[in-house]
Every structure is written in structure tokens, then in C-alpha cells.
């Protein structure tokens, strides 16, 4: 429904992908360090070709607009602010083609801090109060993926302190908490992106029907929620690329780091021959 509007003018086809926050916090067990690495660089390359595809069915092509939405969530997930700006400058560099183009919620709303960005964003576009996402909750119970997803997340990328958390129990408080308060940050900045951009197709990183979003795989073979921001690149011998946590990849004998411009960049199977 919404790509017809476009074919019908001959016009390229516009789409969105809310997406390329920033790295996971923790690189210790999960990621390379803080800026993008060859799987950032692999999926963006992804989404090129999948533009350059759409234009050789259809001559006006496509434009991708990739919506950062690190500064969404930064605070909450224990990532600095400068982090984000980091992560996405580097990503900007690292993509020379023309097919993708950026954004971020600091275009669509100016304040003093980044701290009052968010407070305003969540004023001008959250419609859903905690209330009525606490019962949502309870209604959902297990079936409620998002905010499961959250949690998890949650649990796994932040660093904690054991002295304020000293246990399981007190982690996973911490965490439902957090995840409540990214579920409504999430529904206050897809609210921002409907307004902003009402006409664009709207892509996702996580599986849709595809009625009002169409999901997209930003590694090739990729069968689960695995992200560049969340794993490490792993290079196979056939030339294939799988995503994993970092302390998978140190932990097999058949897998060497590779750094690029002296920074850790990915993680490349080697033959057996060369296995001590």
C-alpha cells in the first residue's frame, strides 16, 4: 500500500529503518569496542546492494533512510551520550555510497542537553502512560516479546556493580524497570518517526507479517535477532559472515582477531593447519 503511491509518480521509492544505535556497553563479552567494525560495515554493504537490486526492477530505485535511535536509549543502557556521537560519525565515514542517507533524533528536536531532548521527546510524543503499559504487561504476560527482549538485552550489555546489585533477584528488578522505560521511550520515538515521515516504508530489524512493517535480515543467512551493535563479525573461510558475542569467538581455537588501523575489527576462521 505504501510503495504504490511512489510507483504511480515514478518517483524513487522511499523507506526507513530505525536502526545503528551504538555499540553494546559491554565489550568484554559481547562486542569489539565502541565504534563500528567490519559487522557494521558488512550490514550497511547489505543494504546497499538491496537498494541497487530494487533499481534493476525498478528504474527510479530506492533511497534508505537509516534512523539512529542511540540517543533514545543511550542513558538507560549505560552508554555515554559522546559514545553515540562517536558511532555515528564513524558510520558515516564508513558508507560512501549514495543509496543510504541518515538521521537521528538531535535533527528533530533542539535543547541544551541531551538529557532534555529526551524529556521533550517523551512530552511531545508519548502517548502511552506507565499505567497503561504496566497493564499491558500483566495482559500480555509472556507473549509481551518486546519487553521480554529488553530485559534480556538488559541483563546481558550492561556492566554491573555487584556492590548495588549484589544479586539476581535485585539485577532483574533493575532491568523490568529499565525495559519499562525503553518501551515507552520506543513508543515515543516511533511516534516521532510516523510523524516525521508518514509516507516512508517502514523497515525493521526485528520479524514483522509485514503488513506495517517489513523486516530485514542485515547479515545474509541471518536466521535470529542478531545485531552488528551486539556481536562481533566472523569472516568464514567460504566467505560467509555470522555474528556472535565476542567471548564465543575467543573462545574457539579455529578464529584469529584481525585489526584494522590498529583497532580490533573482526574475527576470521582459519585452517586447520594454522591451529596451534
Not at 535470529?224 to 574457539?252: F, K, Q, Y
Amino acid at each position: 500500500r505504501k510503495v504504490l503511491p511512489f510507483v504511480m509518480q515514478d518517483q524513487p521509492i522511499e523507506m526507513i529503518l530505525p536502526a545503528f544505535p551504538c555499540k553494546s556497553p559491554n565489550s568484554i563479552k559481547k562486542t569489539l569496542g565502541t565504534l563500528p567494525d567490519f559487522a557494521e560495515e558488512t550490514a550497511l554493504n547489505r543494504l546497499h546492494d538491496f537498494c541497487e537490486r530494487v533499481s534493476t526492477h525498478y528504474e527510479p530505485g530506492c533511497r534508505l533512510l537509516v534512523m539512529s535511535d542511540g540517543r533514545v536509549f543511550a542513558d538507560l543502557i549505560g552508554v555515554p551520550d559522546e559514545n553515540v556521537t562517536a558511532y555515528r560519525k564513524e558510520l558515516h565515514k564508513m558508507y560512501t555510497g549514495d543509496r543510504i542517507h541518515w538521521d537521528t533524533l538531535d535533527n528533530h528536536i533542539s535543547m541544551p542537553t541531551h538529557d532534555e531532548v529526551r524529556a521533550e521527546m517523551m512530552r511531545r510524543f508519548c502517548a502511552l502512560t506507565m499505567e497503561e503499559l504496566v497493564d499491558n504487561i500483566k495482559t500480555q504476560g509472556s507473549k509481551f516479546l518486546l519487553y521480554r527482549g529488553f530485559i534480556r538485552f538488559c541483563e546481558q550489555d550492561r556492566i554491573w556493580d555487584r556492590q548495588l546489585f549484589p544479586s539476581r533477584t535485585k539485577i532483574k528488578k533493575e532491568c523490568g524497570r529499565i525495559a519499562k522505560e525503553m518501551l515507552l521511550r520506543n513508543s515515543a520515538f516511533s511516534a516521532l518517526v510516523a510523524e516525521q515521515y508518514p509516507n516512508h516504508v517502514r523497515l525493521s530489524i526485528h520479524a514483522h507479517d509485514n503488513s506495517t512493517k517489513i523486516g530485514v535480515a542485515l547479515i545474509e543467512g541471518l536466521t535470529s535477532l542478531r545485531t552488528p551493535w551486539h556481536n562481533v563479525a566472523v569472516e568464514m573461510l567460504d566467505g560467509s559472515v555470522h555474528l556472535i558475542h565476542r567471548e564465543d569467538a575467543e573462545a574457539r581455537a579455529d578464529l584469529r582477531l584481525v585489526l584494522k588501523d590498529g583497532r580490533p575489527w573482526k574475527y576470521e576462521e582459519i585452517g586447520t593447519s594454522q591451529i596451534n
